[in-house]
């Protein structure tokens, strides 16, 4: 304690010194949007090698349920090239622009950054403008929705994360195809709340809820999770509590789906309103 | 000693005055740009407790951020200047010390030691000042030759203004 004392006696100019210009920094720091810019930026410069290394030793550890996945996926594709294939396994068949009557682009995309302890989460893919990607498109972690994109560069896309309190979807329960709105109440990465469905309308916990394809973003019938629990809220409406199919706390690839008759859609509508 | 307070009170005022209304809006080819308020930190007395020195350059800093809109960067350079201002004097002590009772002046201890004393401590703030102003080291010797230039354009002025102060 005394050499403590003695400490601060011999350099107490010092110290007043140095709180004096914390002071001063703090000031700087949060009063000048520049210079507040200039000081995270240099952060993040010190964190962002950190930051990488970190992610390339946990990629390496999901490898086994990244491959699994992927294996998963081959065995869906697999089985849809099949069916595909035996239809024309067969002397004669027309031959069809498969493009023509094509509605959805689908493309993979890896995630390379991601939140999921705000209030309005994101995430970072990469895969941007130059990969046809654009603003609007929905984005699906296998075949459950995971967020819409927000905006592009060249090469990323920053994509508004399903837990994010901006995000909201049009979603239906898939047994008796009832749709409300969807969104996250901020509280829990692994549920959100779907509102809206009437009281008369009867379902079971365990229910599949699924995108309705009423907007012109995600398709019909995308995974968005089960029913977890509901309770009556205000004089006609359940307010339902989803379990989220996508985990948001391990997302590493992605798909975007782009709706190609977008405009065509949303131009028609527009004559009408 | 409250005559004392006083007189650096008022010289307080006075300098800020002619800070903000003049110098402020003297910018020699907007490149130089004199900040005459850190000789209040030049001419406190020489018995003051560092302590003391430091608040009162934090308060005068703050004081010229709230006029310029730059909260903490004439601050920060002000707080390093009463820092340093102790070691500077100790420094360029004359061969018989300093007199207790009277502030730094040129009337006592003559232009070249004014000089010597002012320039060091105005281009430490001024250094401090124009670094923290860019911050970054990409410009960093088109902000030294503004440094230098500002540091002679203020230097010149407070040797001016102390010279005004002396014939008083």
New interface residues.
């Given amino acids: 304690m005394r050499n403590l004392l003695n400490f601060l006696a011999k350099y107490?100019?010092l110290i007043?010194?140095l709180v004096?210009?914390g002071?001063?920094?703090?000031?700087?720091?949060?009063?000048?949007s520049?210079?507040n810019s200039?000081v995270v930026k240099g952060l993040r410069g010190l964190t962002a090698g950190v930051e990488r290394r970190v992610s390339n030793a946990t990629s390496y550890f999901h490898l086994r349920e990244i491959s699994q996945f992927v294996a998963r996926e081959n065995a869906s594709l697999r089985t849809s090239v099949e069916r595909l294939t035996s239809a024309e396994n067969q002397l004669f068949f027309s031959v069809t622009d498969t493009v023509h009557y094509q509605q959805y682009t689908y493309s993979a995309a890896g995630v390379v950054n991601n939140t999921v302890n705000r209030q309005k989460n994101f995430f970072t893919i990469n895969k941007g403008r130059l990969q046809g990607l654009s603003v609007d498109m929905a984005v699906a972690s296998g075949d459950c929705v995971a967020g819409v994109i927000v905006g592009c560069s060249a090469n990323y896309s920053v994509v508004m994360s399903l837990l994010n309190l901006d995000f909201r979807l049009s979603a239906r329960l898939k047994s008796n195809g009832y749709f409300g709105s969807l969104s996250w109440d901020g509280d829990d990465i692994r549920h959100v709340i779907l509102s809206e469905i009437p009281q008369h309308v009867t379902f079971g916990i365990g229910d599949t809820v699924e995108t309705t394809g009423y907007s012109v973003v995600f398709p019909e019938g995308v995974m968005i999770g089960t029913v977890s629990d509901f309770e009556k809220s205000g004089g006609d409406f359940y307010r339902i509590k989803v379990a989220l199919a996508t985990d948001f706390k391990k997302l590493h690839f992605v798909n975007v789906i782009g709706n190609l008759r977008k405009e065509e859609q949303l131009e028609l509508e527009k004559q009408f309103q | 000693m409250i005559n004392r307070i006083l007189r650096l009170g008022l010289l307080f005022i006075l300098l800020f005055l002619l800070q903000v209304l003049l110098f402020n809006n003297i910018q020699f080819s907007g490149f130089v740009n004199p900040y005459i308020y850190i000789m209040f930190i030049l001419l406190l007395p020489f018995e003051l407790p560092s302590w003391i020195l430091l608040i009162l350059s934090f308060a005068t800093g703050l004081t010229m951020d709230l006029f310029s809109g730059t909260p903490g960067m004439h601050t920060s350079a002000t707080v390093l200047a009463g820092f340093i201002r102790p070691y500077v004097l100790r420094i360029t002590s004359p061969r018989d010390g300093y007199e207790t009772g009277a502030g730094p002046s040129m009337m006592v201890y003559g232009f070249r030691w004014f000089l010597i004393y002012a320039s060091i401590v105005v281009f430490v703030h001024h250094l401090a000042l124009f670094y923290l102003e860019v911050f970054r080291l990409a410009d960093f010797f088109s902000t030294l030759l503004r440094v230098i230039l500002s540091t002679l354009f203020s230097v010149s002025f407070i040797m001016l203004l102390e010279y005004l102060r002396k014939g008083k």
């Fill in positions: 107490n100019n007043i010194f004096l210009e002071i001063a920094f703090y000031l700087l720091s949060t009063g000048n520049y210079h200039r």
